[in-house]
Structures are given as C-alpha cells and as structure tokens.
C-alpha cells in the first residue's frame, strides 16, 4: 500500500429510514469534549520558563489528544429518557414517531448472562441497558474494530462495555452494552458520543522484558533528548502523526 492509499473502515446503516435520524459515525477528532477545548494549553509562560520549567498543560499532551482523537465516534440515535429509581429495572422511552424502533433499539440482557461480571452496584444500576446504534462496522481484511466507552470525554451518566470484533469476517450487528448509573432520571441526549471504535491491525507480539542495565540506559538516552526543549519535544521527535477521516 501507497503511502497516499489508506486503509478503510465502512459504517453499515441499519436501514433507509434510521438514516433520516441517527447521527452518522464521526471522525473522534470532531467530537472533542467541551472540557478539553476550554483548557489553556499553557500555564503563564513567563513565570515558568525562566526557571526552566515547562509551562505546557494537559492539552499539549500528545498521547492524551492522540487517545480521545483516536478512531471514530458512534453516538446515541436518538433521545433517550431513562429512569433508573427502581432498583430492579429500568424504565425508558422515546420520543413517539421513534416508537416504531424501540424493539430494534433498545434491548437488555438476562442478569444470569453476566452473573459474573464485576458491576460497581454502588456507581450503576445492576441491569445492563443495550442500545442498537443503528450503525453496523466493518474493516478491510486483516483488521479488527475496537468498541469501547469514548475516552476523556465530558461526563456522561453511563459506561458503554468495550470489546473487540474481527470486523473484518463479522459486521459489527448487535446491541452495544451499558451500565447506566444508579437513580438517574433524565434525557441522554441523541448525538451524545456513546462508543469509540478504533480499527486495529491483527498481529502476533511476544514480549520480551530486559534487564535492568539494558533498559535504563536506553530510557535515559530517550529522557534527555525528550527533555531538552520546553515543549513538544514528544510531539516533534518521537510521534507518528494519526489520521482518522
């Protein structure tokens, strides 16, 4: 492959008519979390440089950006109210012209089916909530889809339940799983992000760990060139640019 091909992932709608509603999957780095965009990306440099420190914030972190801006983002269809006050079940619905969705849309699982599954009962309702996005993924050959709760992102009353799925022999076509927290009751809003899914080349690894005097020195090596300017030293020496479109 071209360094000017790339790599595809395709989004499947549900159907014709869930077009006309559901919010299409996105690039991760259209969906930045209010909190990230109104953080400072520097401290008062004045004050910091001359005593040589960094005066670089959370923001100017690249692994960070790089984490929330990974993959894409596949959001809530439409609004949900959910009411979680009752211990034993959930209670929900939608707006009426979606009535005619919800068996499609919204489903749960047995308790016996994660009987196991360690539910932070004090944090979230014990019933796990099944959303169908409307949105199916599949990969080119070779590439698996990571599905997981979006990254960073501004608080929600919910944790989506990530997985992994060979997208590239199953298009992604069920039910994305949730825990929603407990004695909530309100609107999660459509278009709110509800999964990050990543595509993720399939390979074989083996690890290998060194000794110490091996490890140290390449570390130290690493921690001054990093270190010797006052920002972007990562960014501008060691990262890889990621593109998501």
């Known amino acids: ?3 000017s091909e790339s790599n ?5 709608p549900f159907s014709e008519k869930t077009t006309h509603f559901a919010p299409k999957p996105i690039p991760a780095s259209r969906a930045l979390p209010e909190w990230y965009k109104a953080q400072p990306a520097t ?3 004045e004050e910091f440089i001359p005593k040589g420190m960094s005066s670089s914030t959370v923001k100017r972190c ?29 209670e929900w619905s939608v707006p009426l012209p979606m009535k005619s969705f919800a068996n499609d849309m919204i489903s749960t699982h047995a308790p016996e089916q994660y009987s196991h599954y360690p539910v932070d009962t004090s944090k979230y309702h014990k019933q796990l909530f099944r959303i169908m996005p ?18 960073h992102k ?3 009353p919910f944790l989506a339940i990530g997985g992994l799925i060979d997208t590239d022999g ?3 076509d069920g039910h994305l799983s949730m825990f929603v927290e407990k004695d909530f009751k309100g609107i999660i809003k459509q278009g709110t992000p509800f999964v990050q899914v990543i595509p993720i080349k399939r390979e074989n690894w083996q690890m290998e760990i060194l000794t110490p005097e091996n490890a140290n020195k ?4 690493q921690r001054l060139n990093l270190r010797s300017t006052f920002m972007f030293g990562y960014k501008t020496k060691m990262r890889s640019k990621k593109e998501f479109k």
């Open 8 to 12: 595809k992932i395709y989004f499947y």
């Open 1 to 3: 492959m071209s360094k």
């Open 62 to 90: 690249m692994p960070m950006f790089d984490y929330i801006t990974a993959g894409y983002i596949i959001s809530i269809p439409c609004d949900i109210y959910i009411d979680t006050t009752n211990p034993e079940k959930i």
């Open 218 to 221: 390449e570390v130290q090596k």
């Open 134 to 151: 409307f949105w199916s993924v599949k990969t080119d050959p070779g590439y698996s889809t990571l599905f997981m709760h979006p990254t």
């Open 154 to 156: 501004d608080p929600v």
């Open 170 to 172: 199953f298009i992604s």
């Open 43 to 45: 401290l008062n440099e």
